[in-house]
């Protein structure tokens, strides 16, 4: 229903009269449930108050403004370069200098990761935080990614009875220090890797060693699943999180509802698409 310009003059009138009463009210006193209730109903407003002041605007706005130094944005980019660089054996780790990001990938027989071996899709994504926030250069931020790296080769060799180190690669890319988050972020978002722990599959890879009597915890589907880290397994006691065959079960149903990519193509059109719709 159309609305004559004199009758919207009238109502933006009184809409400018009910902010300033409301402005004036003192809130401090509200209850938190009331209090959180009626923001919720004035951003509501306000959110439809904006698309009214847009349409009333001879000028319109883009839509999307491509911002380098937004964190969502720049991890995209990040998350996608590091996809560009080459694959090389996990069991052969140069040390170098630099923090960034990381994906470890899985070209083995082991018969859960069957739909996954092989695949551009990696088993886990990481970072690996600089030395210092402040580092400006690879130097300043230390040998943090290559020690990221090395801690998990040897987490795998523990693993001995069900992994291979033979059979696993990996990619990494240093990055100035602060990027490594929203890049980590947006991998887990694309690959959803059944070994991170924000995927809630076969998590526990990640963790590191100690004694496992100054945490009230279970053991994690990763070590039940691939047992040989000697603090996982020290307490008898020690109950799995979850059974291997529920681990199990977990990946397989995973694996089929987020059928993972295959090529380096296949997740560069998952890139464009997500970059098309964000613009």
Same mark, same amino acid.
């Given at each position: 229903?159309?609305?004559?310009?004199?009758?919207l003059?009238k109502?933006?009138a009184?809409?400018?009269?009910v902010?300033?009463k409301?402005?004036?009210?003192?809130?401090?006193?509200?209850?938190?449930?009331?209090?959180k209730k *009626?923001r919720?109903?004035?951003?509501e407003?306000?959110?439809?108050?904006?698309?009214?002041?847009?349409?009333?605007?001879?000028?319109k706005?883009?839509?999307f403004?491509?911002?380098?130094s937004?964190?969502? *944005?720049?991890?995209?980019f990040v998350?996608i370069?590091?996809?560009?660089?080459?694959r090389?054996p &996990?069991?052969?780790?140069?040390?170098?200098?630099?923090?960034?990001v990381?994906? &470890?990938?899985?070209?083995?027989?082991?018969?859960?990761?069957?739909a996954?071996?092989?695949?551009?899709?990696? &088993?886990?994504?990481?970072?690996?935080?600089?030395?210092?926030?402040s580092?400006?250069?690879a130097?300043?931020?230390?040998?943090?990614?290559?020690?990221?790296l090395l801690?998990?080769?040897?987490n795998?060799q523990?693993?001995?009875?069900?992994?291979?180190?033979?059979?696993?690669?990996?990619?990494?890319?240093v990055v100035?220090?602060?990027?490594?988050?929203s890049?980590?972020?947006?991998?887990?978002? *694309?690959?959803?890797?059944?070994?991170?722990?924000e995927?809630?599959?076969?998590?526990?890879?990640?963790?590191?060693?100690?004694?496992?009597?100054?945490?009230?915890?279970?053991r994690?589907?990763?070590d039940t &699943?691939h047992?040989?880290?000697?603090?996982?397994h020290?307490?008898?006691?020690?109950k799995?999180?979850?059974s291997?065959?529920?681990?199990?079960?977990?990946?397989?149903?995973?694996?089929?509802?987020?059928?993972?990519?295959?090529?380096?193509?296949?997740?560069?059109?998952?890139f464009?698409?997500?970059?098309t719709?964000?613009?």
């Amino acid at each position: 229903m159309s609305v004559k310009p004199g009758e919207l003059e009238k109502m933006a009138a009184q809409l400018k009269a009910v902010s300033e009463k409301l402005s004036g009210e003192n809130t401090s006193d509200l209850p938190t449930a009331q209090a959180k209730k *009626i923001r919720t109903v004035i951003n509501e407003a306000y959110e439809k108050l904006r698309a009214v002041i847009d349409n009333l605007d001879p000028i319109k706005h883009p839509g999307f403004v491509f911002d380098p130094s937004n964190p969502s *944005i720049v991890g995209r980019f990040v998350a996608i370069t590091m996809i560009a660089q080459p694959r090389k054996p &996990l069991k052969n780790i140069d040390r170098f200098y630099g923090s960034g990001v990381y994906a &470890l990938y899985y070209t083995g027989k082991f018969e859960p990761y069957s739909a996954i071996s092989n695949r551009e899709n990696p &088993l886990y994504v990481g970072k690996a935080d600089p030395a210092l926030a402040s580092s400006k250069t690879a130097y300043e931020q230390g040998d943090r990614l290559a020690r990221r790296l090395l801690d998990h080769q040897k987490n795998i060799q523990k693993a001995r009875s069900t992994l291979s180190i033979e059979d696993f690669q990996y990619r990494a890319l240093v990055v100035q220090s602060g990027w490594q988050i929203s890049a980590e972020n947006y991998l887990i978002h *694309i690959f959803k890797p059944i070994w991170n722990a924000e995927v809630n599959i076969c998590y526990g890879f990640g963790k590191h060693g100690d004694s496992p009597t100054t945490r009230a915890n279970l053991r994690s589907p990763w070590d039940t &699943l691939h047992p040989g880290r000697d603090w996982a397994h020290r307490d008898l006691q020690m109950k799995d999180a979850r059974s291997v065959n529920r681990v199990i079960s977990d990946i397989k149903a995973h694996l089929q509802k987020y059928p993972p990519l295959e090529t380096v193509e296949e997740i560069l059109r998952v890139f464009l698409r997500e970059i098309t719709a964000v613009t």
